[in-house]
């Protein structure tokens, strides 16, 4: 039994050839139980976006490896093993329906693992972030009027006097980046999973002073 319509692009071609249908047949449903393990494997990620007992890739990278082997598998089957006329014309009818749904999961797949790519970079600089806070020089925010500043370390004390150009100050603040006439201030207790929000603070308003202090 020969492979034909195959070309170039099969690149199991030669193993095919020389062996016969019996064991073409057992290395191609291995093959497609591969593929089906594949494709379980990410339509699981699918499901449960967030494994910790898996690698964040191995879902993107799962669904789109099983997708494309199996319809590999199935081109390679209706070309090289001997089928019912039936069933090669069921094949035949759905070649397009099937790489319709083959190109969208594969689109998934990448676009998913573009997604898990960026996020790992977004916690990676998050981390940096955290880990440099208690290094990075305090910010103290003098305001005349009481802010809404708030946040793990972050205390306020009211200024003594009357007629002061400000009345509060605010320490345990660490300068994130100055940027557009504005400060973006972190709680000196921010990490990236407590939720502690951000402060921003104009440099040019009236009533606030932000002071950088070693």
């Not at 494994?51 to 081109?75: I, K, W």
């Not at 003594?160 to 972190?186: E, K, M, N, Q, V």
């Amino acid at each position: 039994m020969r492979c034909l319509r195959l070309g170039r692009a099969p690149s199991a071609r030669p193993a095919l050839t020389r062996a016969n249908d019996k064991w073409r047949s057992v290395a191609w449903i291995g093959i497609a139980t591969l593929a089906v393990v594949l494709l379980a494997i990410g339509v699981i990620g699918l499901e449960q976006l967030v494994d910790v007992n898996r690698p964040p890739l191995v879902s993107p990278v799962a669904l789109g490896a099983g997708a494309f082997l199996l319809e590999y598998t199935v081109y390679i089957v209706a070309t090289c093993l001997p089928l019912s006329e039936q069933l090669q014309d069921v094949l035949n009818a759905t070649k397009n329906l099937r790489r319709i749904l083959i190109g969208a999961l594969l689109l998934v797949s990448v676009f998913w693992a573009t997604a898990t790519i960026a996020q790992q970079r977004g916690n990676a600089v998050a981390q940096a972030i955290e880990a440099s806070l208690p290094v990075q020089p305090e910010a103290v925010v003098y305001s005349l009027q009481r802010l809404q500043i708030t946040g793990p370390g972050v205390t306020v004390t009211r200024l003594p006097g009357t007629g002061a150009a400000f009345a509060y100050r605010y320490d345990g603040l660490r300068p994130l980046i100055h940027s557009g006439g504005h400060w973006f201030l972190l709680p000196v207790g921010w990490t990236h999973t407590n939720g502690a929000t951000v402060t921003v603070l104009p440099d040019t308003a009236s009533g606030i002073r932000v002071d950088l202090a070693p």
